[in-house]
């Protein structure tokens, strides 16, 4: 049964779902206007949020307390990040850039640990964005249908960045919006700069659009084994009834497989093998067999997209590892780590840190104002016990989701996909730096709070009852 919604919530819920749909816009959120835009609405939904319950005086469901530790872990980055920016650290923590900075000004400053209080302080706001998005999608999605609905909304959202995509590219004019391509021509992105950025926000969706479609399948499976004969038929009806979502994920697939996104499209693959196998060994009602068999309309179609589009990835898979520059970019940022792994150098200051570190080992001409590893860049940038806590409070979300499974014959998918885009993101940011990209870390915290509305709902019934 589905529940009740106050219409605060629901106001909110749209206005969450225009935010998700407006956020890969503009080059994908990554400019620092619509940085500051994201960040904006984003906690104007949650202020939204908050004055809608104070107004309806709907008492919030009590705090999980499996959700106490994640969010202490996540608060650690953020408090930590305004003692970097501040001015009343002790001396001895400042970075040395601030000395040699008076004495060749030969005028007194003020030291800080960061080396650039404003990168800190917009990293800071990007981060509170993200939480802010996390929250409001976990708040207004914890009936079953909603988060459905908010999955489904995501995917057709992604199915139509996509179709953008592919219409740039099939029609040769190498744009962005309004704007001539500068990099990546050959490429689906979309209207992302980087093809490897897309690859990830493409993966998302069809993660949420895959999951969708196990769900309907394995609702329409029967209890009892099937028998062979009834399974074409099955395979027939899904089709036919499942059509539109079967075009979402051809455009996604495609998209994805037409970016060449090499570690992209590796870790989309990784991800879906989760998700399917999670769904399938998971799911007792008519075998393995008989779902593998009900869900062959969906592996089809993936196959073929894998197939048809595969002519850039193949293309790229001749060409030179980046591993050239990357692995030397790697161990300087280790060794910059080094210099001061407990308080780090600043959050968002990679840039100029690795200016300083940089040699002749790597040979990019490129200004490599990310790592190309987000765990390095966070520890560099945050020290490693606060990256670590940032790290760990994602990963216990996660554990929850994969935990909470057992316990539920429905909504699962929703624990399944958060798991899945866990996978996925974790896996593309050993070797680059979407989760950076604002409108992908957003669409991961919004994919993030729907499955944690679920794994974390409070219910008075058993657990079994609670799904559903």
Excluded at 186 to 192: A, L, N
Excluded at 256 to 282: N, Y
Excluded at 283 to 296: F, K
Aim: aromatic share 8%.
């Amino acid at each position: 049964m589905r529940k009740p919604t106050s219409a605060a919530d629901d106001i909110v819920f749209w206005g969450l779902m225009l935010l998700t749909a407006w956020a890969p816009l503009p080059l994908g959120s990554n400019r620092p206007w619509s940085m500051a835009f994201l960040a904006l609405l984003s906690g104007l939904l949650l202020l939204g949020l908050a004055i809608g319950h104070l107004v309806t005086r709907k008492d919030s469901p009590p705090l999980h307390r499996g959700l106490r530790l994640p969010l202490a872990l996540a608060a650690v980055p953020l408090v930590w990040a305004l003692v970097q920016w501040s001015t009343w650290t002790p001396e001895s923590w400042h970075h040395p850039i601030w000395r040699q900075a008076a004495a060749a000004l030969g005028t007194p400053l003020e030291g800080r640990i960061t080396v650039n209080p404003d990168a800190t302080l917009s990293t800071l706001m990007n981060l509170l964005g993200y939480l802010a998005i996390f929250w409001t999608a976990m708040a207004t999605t914890r009936d079953p249908a909603r988060a459905r609905l908010a999955l489904r909304l995501f995917a057709l959202i992604g199915a139509g960045y996509a179709l953008y995509g592919l219409a740039i590219f099939f029609s040769g004019t190498e744009t962005i919006l309004f704007f001539d391509k500068w990099d990546y021509f050959g490429s689906v992105t979309s209207t992302f700069v980087n093809r490897n950025s897309y690859a990830t926000y493409a993966g998302l969706g069809l993660l949420c659009a895959v999951g969708l479609i196990i769900e309907d399948i394995r609702q329409r499976l029967p209890r009892q084994p099937l028998h062979m004969r009834r399974l074409p038929a099955l395979a027939l009806d899904i089709a036919s009834r499942k059509f539109l979502s079967l075009v979402v994920i051809l455009l996604l697939a495609c998209a994805l497989m037409l970016t060449g996104s090499r570690a992209g499209i590796g870790s989309t693959l990784i991800a879906l093998v989760v998700l399917l196998g999670i769904s399938l060994l998971r799911d007792r009602r008519s075998g393995l067999a008989g779902g593998l068999t009900a869900a062959a309309p969906l592996v089809l179609v993936l196959l073929a997209t894998f197939w048809l589009a595969s002519g850039p990835i193949l293309d790229r898979l001749d060409e030179n590892s980046p591993a050239a520059d990357r692995l030397p970019a790697y161990r300087l940022t280790l060794h910059a780590i080094q210099e001061t792994p407990l308080l780090g150098t600043g959050y968002g200051t990679f840039q100029e840190v690795f200016a300083a570190h940089r040699d002749l080992t790597v040979a990019s001409p490129s200004s490599w104002k990310k790592a190309h590893n987000t765990y390095l860049e966070n520890m560099l940038e945050l020290g490693v016990p606060a990256a670590m806590a940032l790290n760990l409070a994602i990963a216990l979300i996660a554990w929850r989701a994969l935990r909470a499974m057992s316990s539920r014959r429905r909504s699962r998918i929703y624990l399944t996909v958060g798991v899945s885009a866990t996978v996925l993101v974790g896996l593309h940011s050993l070797v680059d730096f979407s989760l950076q990209i604002p409108a992908i870390a957003a669409a991961y915290a919004f994919i993030m709070g729907v499955t944690a509305a679920q794994a974390f709902r409070q219910t008075s019934q058993g657990p079994e009852e609670s799904d559903g």
